[in-house]
């Protein structure tokens, strides 16, 4: 536990099962932590509720002065005016997110996008770190991304900048809940190799498949082949655009990398003669509740 004097920050990073929050020092220290269960089925009322009962126990657990709360919500976040514009996991849409939560204790409440806040965790004390540009991936449920230049995350012009899951990788493909068809999320997410594990056998999962794969299984081993070789053309892609100092990958799906990131760095190295700078990241599920924290700590310059 850090000095009673020093002041410190509370992230809360809101998913569609868990709402994580966290103490923060100004050193990225991850001082107090807590979860509960995001309560979908009781709607917009008790979601605001359950992070206000969180903040509260965070607030009270705390003996430091707390500078302000950020906040890391999926969906498409304004977050200039700290609005939640669209949220289809969550019942958020339309919610004046930093409104409800000032209200709570009267402090400074920031949010961004869930993706973009995990981007800035593992820029603050992640793989990122000290890294001023940086393309971030995250494989999940879907695929998230976030664009990290010049210290800052880039929110284009709705705050969709970055949405790598919806570049277009095979024309005509899969069917997107984007509207389009053959997006990369289709094709390299945790839904996805979800997929093709029922391919194999309608009791896998994709655990499951990732499992096999690194038991030397050949049919499991021809999907994993199939998801990084999509993969790999994606981080081309995204590397092309950007030009990135490098590009991490997050998500969920990065606690199977052991069965797939040598094939990645390899097929990398194949179809791209450019110097592709692809690290994991480090953070976990903490780099919600961390870069969070760091929206606070960016904006009130301590
Ligand atoms: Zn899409």
């Not at 606690?255 to 390899?266: A, N, Y």
Request: glycine share 14%; with cysteine.
């Amino acid at each position: 536990m850090k000095s009673e004097h020093t002041s410190v920050v509370i992230g809360i990073d809101i998913g569609g099962t868990e709402i994580k929050g966290g103490v923060v020092s100004s050193e990225g220290l991850l001082l107090i932590e807590r979860r509960v269960r995001t309560p979908i089925e009781e709607g917009e009322i008790g979601m605001i509720q359950a992070l206000h009962r969180l903040i509260s126990e965070l607030s009270v657990q705390t003996n430091c002065p707390i500078l302000g709360i950020g906040i890391g919500s999926a969906g498409r976040i304004d977050s200039k005016l700290g609005k939640v514009i669209n949220a289809t996991n969550l019942p958020l849409t339309g919610t004046m997110l930093a409104d409800e939560v000032t209200e709570l204790l009267s402090l400074p409440v920031y949010v961004d996008n869930d993706v973009n806040v995990a981007a800035l965790g593992e820029a603050w004390v992640g793989a990122a770190q000290n890294n001023d540009s940086f393309a971030f991936v995250a494989l999940g449920t879907g695929v998230g991304g976030a664009l990290f230049s010049d210290g800052h995350i880039l929110q284009g012009v709705s705050g969709g900048a970055g949405e790598f899951g919806h570049l277009i990788l095979k024309p005509g493909g899969l069917a997107c809940n984007c509207g389009q068809h053959g997006c990369l999320e289709q094709y390299v997410s945790g839904s996805a190799l979800q997929r093709m594990a029922r391919k194999i056998d309608p009791n896998y999962d994709g655990h499951m498949l990732l499992k096999l794969a690194g038991q030397g299984d050949l049919q499991a081993n021809k999907a994993v082949d199939h998801f990084v070789i999509d993969l790999a053309y994606g981080i081309v892609t995204i590397h092309n655009v950007f030009d990135p100092g490098m590009i991490v990958v997050g998500g969920g799906v990065i606690t199977s990398s052991e069965v797939w990131w040598s094939k990645l760095l390899e097929t990398l190295n194949d179809i791209s003669p450019k110097s592709i700078t692809l690290k994991p990241a480090l953070l976990g599920n903490r780099a919600g509740i961390l870069g969070a924290a760091k929206l606070v700590y960016d904006r009130i310059n301590i």
